[in-house]
């Protein structure tokens, strides 16, 4: 009786989240995937690329910190999408016009600081408005890994064979879903900052007493420093796994599409997402997914094949589905209420600065030592996933213990 009651009563996701996870996402599908590309064909080599790679990522280790706390106290989440899409794609303006290492490298940074930290916001802006978000969230996600591909098939027309064409042109689709994403900002449902929110036991809590609470949960550290070692192997694959296909034959045209082979997997594993972590766990899910890099890594290092190298592709959409939206999931049901957001861009200073900057920068050191080859990037970048494997199957059970205690009080 009371599963049919559940059942009927089903709350339908809000239309608005969905289309906004879609345009958020693809402002990052149009760029992030390219940029190294982009660079290359500007006449950078890896040494340079990944200096620009790492300076960008020294941004998220402030700007996460700004825009969390301006959406925990301040600023409407809702409106500070707009602040941070149109800062966007001002970066992006500004890097499509320079052409000297020193421009490229402020106009990248500046294109972090503003984008990156979106990818986590939206799915706090999930949290403020889904009823049941450990249930829906993953299905809402989905629309933002529609939203990755939506720009592949412009850039791949763009591209392909027999066309004299510059990848600049992602520059100015980033741009243009960029506006897109400020205009959607408009219709999302009102979030007002969340520092008075009220406690779960009663009464008011400050956001200052909220936070040291949570920077002193070492649970919460302990899931930073996973995804410390996760996001910096996985930014290695994010730019530098075209590079290396497209050294190894395949044409610019087909870059997209073997991206897309992921997603699409992705986005189905994300509907399976809610029944994984009721049957598994937390942590079961995080680590499962952080095997699949780990495995895809390998590939990376070690074999040729540019079929086997595509469809791994795959192994991506499970490091995307389990892995990082599990580490959201489980850093929101640690965090107190009051710095939900917060907590939220802890994790892109740990999975857009720290990570990606320390990744970047040795990958950089050992491409030029072994002169430009990309396999020992993604050698170093496999020893990454497995450190991350290592702790999360050393701390595992006491992560789940901690993120379902906390669940009854964050979710509902």
Known sequence: MIASSSTTTAPRLPRVLC???AAQFAVGGAVIPFVTLLLRDRGLG?????????????????????????????????????LLNLGACGSLALLARE??????LVAFTLLTAFLNPNF???????????????????????????????????????????????????????MA?????????????HTAPGAWHRHPHGGHERYGPALRRLLTNGNYVTLLLAYFFLAG???????????LLEDLGVPRAWLG??????VVFEFALFQWQPVLLRRWNYTAVILAGALALLVRQWLYATISDVWVLSFSYVLVGAVVVLSFAGTSLLANALAGQEVRS????????????????????????????????????????????????????????????????????TAQ
């Open 19 to 21: 289309v906004a996870m």
């Open 46 to 82: 890896v040494g340079d690329i990944s200096l620009i790679l790492a300076a960008s990522s020294s941004a998220m280790l402030v700007f996460p910190f700004i825009w969390g706390m301006l959406a925990d106290r301040f600023i409407p989440l809702d409106r500070l999408f707009i």
């Open 99 to 104: 052409t000297s290492f020193a421009g490229q």
């Open 120 to 174: 986590m916001l939206v799915g706090a802006l999930a949290f403020h408005h889904l009823p049941k978000p450990q249930e829906q969230f993953g299905k809402v996600r989905a629309w933002g890994s529609l939203g990755w591909i939506i720009p592949f098939l412009p850039i791949s027309l763009w591209v392909a064979p027999g066309r004299s064409a510059k990848l600049d042109f992602v520059l100015y689709v980033g």
């Open 177 to 189: 879903m960029g506006l897109v994403m400020a205009a959607v900002s408009w219709k999302l449902p």
């Open 233 to 243: 192997s996985f930014s290695l694959l994010t730019f530098y796994s075209l590079p």
């Open 257 to 262: 599409p073997a991206q897309a082979i992921g």
């Open 342 to 409: 917060t907590a939220q861009t802890l994790l892109v200073l740990a999975g857009s600065g720290l990570g990606p900057m320390f990744a970047n920068w040795a990958g950089g050191r050992l491409s030029a030592v072994f002169g430009g080859s990309l396999r020992p990037v993604f050698a170093f970048s496999t020893v990454l996933a497995g450190l991350a494997v290592a702790l999360l199957a050393w701390r595992g059970r006491r992560l789940n213990q901690a993120g379902h205690s906390r669940v009854p009080a």
